[in-house]
């Protein structure tokens, strides 16, 4: 299982939220492809998809010359699923209640 630490570290970063963007919108990219929608240096991009390597929320496979890149999202739903879930199924049914009553009144 992945350290909670290094998932939020690398959730923390606004280009490492795009770049798993960018996978989730089509996985198995390569370092150019993701280097091209980004205004950064193909070395900055190599360190963000090592953070997010390492938090487990990239895979990278070879294929070929090519290293492809995917996206794990079992860290997101294991965070979700701890520290975010638990805490909304409660509020979501008082807001529910709440709009029901003043909708009534």
Do not use: C
Not at 78 to 95: E, F, G, P, V
Request: charged letters at 30%.
């Amino acid at each position: 299982m992945p350290d909670d630490d290094l998932v939020f570290k690398a959730l923390a970063d606004p280009t490492r939220r795009f770049l798993l963007d960018l996978l989730f919108a089509r996985d198995g990219r390569t370092l150019t492809e993701l280097e091209s929608e980004l205004a950064m240096t193909r070395f900055g991009v190599m360190k963000h998809l090592r953070v997010l390597e390492e938090a487990g929320l990239v895979v990278s496979r070879r294929s070929g010359r090519e290293k492809l890149h995917f996206l794990n999202p079992v860290p997101i739903r294991q965070i979700h699923d701890r520290w975010i879930d638990k805490y909304t199924a409660q509020h979501a049914s008082a807001l529910v209640g709440l709009k029901t009553e003043l909708e009534d009144q």
